[in-house]
């Protein structure tokens, strides 16, 4: 299985990042993870959606085309997506990740459900596959993961469960 990741977060010690980790940490052995930089990835823009692509984001676009799951995790920003996570989506607007299936993670002391709609709806409007199935939202997650690695029990159950769902 190859998983293509995204972090809506790139704050040193981000809980995004360290539930992506927790949620790696439980997938079979042999599963291949690729993580976007989105930090390294220019600003989008239409001129250079189709020709003239930055080098970084046709890599990007093969290794979403070659996935079999885009794995997101975000936190919610004032009621939306943050603008580093929409602009790594905008490049992704491409017919490599059109029908990829994926996996979402809302991290959100409030419980996120405005960036859940709107994050939801821009992915079916790429054309992805983001269902309730493979999305869940973590409304404590500074209390249940820490950066050495240790997850709450019953949010790696969760995670367990979830990746049972997976090819
Ligand atoms: C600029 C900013 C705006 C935020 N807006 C929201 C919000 O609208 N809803 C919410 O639940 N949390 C909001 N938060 C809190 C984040 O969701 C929370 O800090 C989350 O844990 C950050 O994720 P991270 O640990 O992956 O960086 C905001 C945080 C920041 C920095």
């Known amino acids: 299985m190859k998983i293509l990741s995204l972090c ?3 704050r ?3 809980s995004s990042e360290l539930l992506l980790r927790a949620f ?3 997938l079979p052995s042999g599963t291949e993870w690729s993580p976007v930089d989105l ?6 823009d239409p001129s250079c959606q189709f020709s003239n692509v930055p080098a970084l984001v046709t890599e990007i676009r093969r290794e979403a085309f070659l996935a079999d799951y ?8 004032a009621h939306g997506i943050p603008g580093i996570l929409k602009n790594a989506l ?3 607007i491409c017919e490599e990740t059109m029908k ?3 996996v979402l993670f809302i991290v959100s002391p409030s419980g996120g459900e405005y960036v859940l709609q709107y994050l939801t709806e821009t992915l079916r409007t790429m054309d992805l596959l983001p269902s309730d199935e493979l999305t869940m939202v973590i409304n404590n997650a500074r209390n249940q993961l820490s950066a050495d690695g240790t997850v709450d029990p019953d ?7 979830l990746s049972k769902r997976l090819l």
């Not at 885009?70 to 920003?77: F, H, M």
């Not at 949010?155 to 469960?161: P, T, Y």
């Open 8 to 10: 809506g977060s790139i």
């Open 12 to 14: 040193d010690g981000s």
């Open 24 to 26: 790696r940490s439980v």
């Open 39 to 44: 930090k390294s990835l220019p600003y989008f």
């Open 70 to 77: 885009i794995v997101i995790a975000t936190p919610e920003y």
């Open 90 to 92: 905008e490049w992704l």
């Open 100 to 102: 990829k299936k994926v």
């Open 155 to 161: 949010l790696k159950n969760s995670l367990i469960e």
